[in-house]
Each structure stands twice: as C-alpha cells, then as structure tokens.
C-alpha cells in the first residue's frame, strides 16, 4: 500500500489559479505513472489528469486541455497539478492516485483524504 497525501486546495475566484501536490509513500515512486482524479457534489470521481514515470507522457481529460498541467518531482515522490483559468465547474475534492498504467485510468492503490477546491464567482 502507498500512502497518499494531497494538499493545496482552497477556495479561489473564478479565472484565478491554484497549485496541488500529491506526495506518495513510495521508494518506487519513478516506476509509477501517476495520475488526478476529482469528485463533485452528488457525481461520480473522474479523471483529470495522468503523467508517465518519466513525466515524459501526459494526458488530459477534455475539458481540463490548456488550462490544467500536471507534472512530477521523482526526487521528493511528489506530482503536481498546475490549475489555471479556474471555473466555477472545477469545484470538486480532488485526489491523486498511483495509476496501473501509463495509457489507463485504473488505479492501484487506496484514496487518500483528497483536497477540496472551490471556485466562486
């Protein structure tokens, strides 16, 4: 089991910028793709966003494309997520997750505590 601790959320107007890290329990923390899932009120948890081991490969659901950028630290066993132009429909608990592959969705590990971003207008 890897321990998943994500932080940075926060409440924030619409069009303004947030930064969340996810830091993972992991020696092997190079050899996993990693990846954003988020949760809205009342909806199922969606994927945002997966990066490569290497950081080399990423992917974006479609309406995160141009506004959101993931990235990762192999040397502190952290992954980021760069959030711009934030809109009122990107308010959800956001969670990171250790990712069966670098082409999936599908996650290997439990969920941590996630960390609540609210846009207002």
């Known amino acids: 089991q890897v321990h998943l601790v994500e932080s940075g959320g926060g409440l924030v107007q619409a069009g303004g910028s947030l930064r969340l890290s996810c830091a993972a329990s992991t020696r092997a923390f190079s050899s996993y793709a990693m990846g954003w899932f988020r949760q809205a009120p009342g909806k199922e948890r969606e994927f945002v966003a997966r990066i490569s081991g290497s950081g080399e490969i990423k992917y974006y659901m479609w309406s995160v494309e141009g506004r959101f950028t993931i990235s990762r630290d192999n040397a502190k066993n952290t992954v980021y997520l760069q959030m711009n132009s934030l809109k009122l429909e990107d308010t959800a608990v956001y969670y990171c997750?250790?990712?069966?592959?670098?082409?999936?969705?599908?996650?290997?590990?439990?969920w941590g505590q996630g960390t609540q971003v609210t846009v207002s207008s």
């Open positions: 997750n250790v990712l069966r592959s670098t082409y999936g969705t599908g996650t290997l590990f439990r």
